[in-house]
């Protein structure tokens, strides 16, 4: 099993900026893939962002592209998510995610920290 605990989220203004970080813990060394989603309440899950652990693989949804930067620190099994230019529809809960492959679903979650942006 491989254990996941999010940390960084908070209260920001529109334009600020916060930083959130998962701790990967456990197996780790099973997991080929780590993620970011997000859900605002009333609306399902959507994806953020994910990186390999190896490898300069990254990807983002459009709406977060130019904003949020994803980053890896394999020593210490951490992803870190930067968030700038913060917008009020950025406000949900983000989960961090793991999974063994390279494609499919997500295999471990997360319990989620909030974000909220005020306008």
């Known amino acids: 099993q491989v254990q996941l605990v999010e940390s960084g989220g908070g209260l920001v203004q529109a334009g600020g900026s916060l930083r959130l970080s998962c701790a990967a813990s456990g197996r780790t060394l099973s997991t080929y893939r780590m993620g970011w989603f997000r859900q605002a309440p009333g609306q399902a899950r959507e994806f953020v962002s994910s990186?390999?652990?190896?490898?300069?693989?990254?990807s983002y949804a459009d709406s977060v592209k130019g904003r949020f930067a994803i980053s890896r620190d394999n020593a210490k099994s951490t992803v870190d998510l930067q968030m700038n230019d913060l917008k009020p529809e950025d406000t949900a809960v983000y989960y961090c995610a793991a999974r063994r492959r390279a494609y499919g679903s997500y295999d471990f979650w997360g319990q989620g920290t909030q974000v909220t942006v005020s306008s």
């Open positions: 990186i390999n652990w190896s490898g300069p693989s990254t």
